[in-house]
């Protein structure tokens, strides 16, 4: 029998997300400089065509437009990140007072509009300067770094903002660190980093989480995970154990870090065997025990699936590939460890253009499981579908397949809620059309359609799509009559 929702506690979150590369624009504008992803999306440019992050949304030049918008759909939050490389250009030293002005600017005017800011410190756009001066997150350099941006940001706005985020998904920059992260050419063969940099950044969160709970009474901060519940090809025995190991090394190895402070046993074993495991120095531990999270925001688009993988010398360990084409069924390969599992496709699910597995109930699946786990509130800080939108001559965009995805998302999530998880917002990707990370802008998300295209920034005008009506329904309605 279908699941209707009926409505939502009076004080949930409805809201919708955003990062400051994929959104603002204005890459060197008002003394901002480089962050390693205007490098990154140069290339990207350059070898496939894909949008450089010059433009991308002009946010920077269009965020009062876009506020009011927010607030028309009813909006009640909107997590975005800050841009490091606006407010202290070379990620040390001089802070530039116009990079800090935007964000006050911005914050008021959500505040003014009834609007919660969630805000992410850092969002994939390292400071440039620290990749050129010790190749960014490779250096334990950048920790100390990182705390001096932190401090300030979360000094400068503790009076508005309540809800802080710390590293967005440093599970997937360490599946795809080549484009969450500039790595120089002479590293990219040495996938023991991929750890490392991962350790480095958890001592990061740590000492955001740290710096919230001595700065912000009443606070509340937490890392947002890149998080794909993953489900074994068939009930065989060997495929249940490899569906657990992924989600050892996938999951569990980020998730006990933020919650109970250590290291996931298996993965750390299975990592320390093939000699990728991060080299940990006395006092991380503690460190990163001392910085306890007060909730977890969690990005979901997909379920995924493995399968048992056989250590007999015929397959290589890999990471993830990617559809760069948007043509389904054109991923480039999945991740494999032999003797531990292999990624591959779930036969039951659809997919996206891009290949990404369509499934509502791997959202309360993962919810219910985290809830289980730690016990901690949840907020989704990113869901959404990311497809082929087209802008009709009368200025209309009818994106029914993204209204379907979405409200099915919601509908499971209600019913996780149902069963006691206890959820603090929904901030669907993306408020508006913006870069993505691995597709250019062809590859659209938001409520609000941009007009440009990848090589052609044109004016960014925005129109509202069908999906915008739609979610100002939902809000209004605060999420009763959804089905899954
Ligand atoms: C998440 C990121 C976002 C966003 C989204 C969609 O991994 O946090 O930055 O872009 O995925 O991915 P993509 O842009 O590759 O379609």
């Known amino acids: 029998m279908a699941y209707t929702t009926t409505a939502f506690p009076d004080n949930f979150l409805w809201g919708a997300s955003t990062s400051a590369y994929q959104v603002e624009g204005a890459a060197l504008e008002d003394g901002k400089k480089a962050s390693q992803q205007d490098i990154i999306n140069r290339d990207n440019f350059r070898e496939r065509g894909f949008a450089t992050a010059e ?59 009834g609007i919660e800011p969630i805000v992410t410190l850092y969002h994939y756009d390292l400071p440039w300067a620290l990749v050129e001066r010790y190749g960014g997150w490779i250096s334990r350099q950048v920790v100390d770094d990182f705390e001096a941006y932190a401090r300030l940001i979360i000094t400068e706005f503790r009076d508005q903002v309540k809800y802080w985020t710390t590293i967005n998904e440093q599970s997937i920059i360490v599946q795809y660190w080549t484009q969450k992260c500039y790595i120089p050419e002479e590293f990219r063969g040495n996938n023991q980093l991929r750890y490392q940099i991962n350790h480095h950044m958890n001592l990061a969160h740590a000492v955001a989480c740290n710096l919230v709970h001595e700065l912000v009474p009443g606070g509340m901060v937490g890392s947002v995970i890149g998080y794909s519940p993953i489900y074994p090809l068939t009930s065989r025995a060997e495929d249940v154990m490899a569906a657990q190991n992924a989600h050892d090394l996938r999951n569990g190895y980020y998730l006990d870090i ?222 009763a009559g959804l089905t899954l």
Not at 71 to 85: D, P, Q, T, V
Not at 313 to 332: A, F, P, Q, Y
Request: glycine share 8%.
């Open 55 to 113: 433009v991308t949304s002009d946010h920077y030049h269009h965020f009062r437009e876009d506020v009011a918008l927010m607030a028309e759909m009813g909006l009640k939050a909107y997590r975005f990140s800050i841009a490091w490389s606006r407010v202290i250009p070379d990620g040390t030293g001089a802070v530039n007072p116009a990079g800090l002005k935007f964000y006050h600017d911005l914050i008021d005017e959500l505040l003014a509009h």
């Open 258 to 479: 933020y919650f109970k402070g250590k290291y996931t046993d298996s993965a750390m074993a299975y990592l320390e065997r093939h000699g990728l495991a991060p080299k940990i120095e006395p006092g991380d531990m503690e460190l990163i025990a001392s910085g306890t999270s007060d909730m977890l925001g969690i990005n979901y688009y997909a379920s995924e699936c493995a399968k048992a993988c056989p250590d007999d010398g015929t397959r290589e360990m890999r990471w993830n590939g990617v559809n760069l084409t948007g043509k389904k069924g054109d991923i480039s390969g999945f991740e494999t460890h032999p003797g531990f599992y292999e990624m591959c496709k779930n036969p039951l699910l659809d997919t996206n253009d891009w290949d990404w597995a369509i499934d509502p109930i791997g959202l309360e699946y993962l919810l219910r499981d985290i809830w289980m786990r730690y016990g901690k509130p949840l907020m989704v800080c990113e869901n959404g579908l990311g497809a082929f939108d087209t802008l009709e001559a009368d200025g209309t965009v009818h994106d029914p397949y993204r209204i379907d995805y979405l409200s099915r998302h919601i509908a499971a999530m209600k019913r996780a809620m149902d069963y006691g998880v206890q959820m603090l917002a929904y901030c669907p990707w993306s408020a508006l059309d913006l870069l993505s990370t691995s597709n250019g802008v062809k590859k659209r998300y938001g409520f609000i359609y941009v007009d440009r295209t990848d090589d052609d920034p044109r004016e960014c005008r925005r129109y509202r799509k069908d999906s915008f009506a739609w979610y100002r329904n939902v809000i209004a309605n605060n999420g």
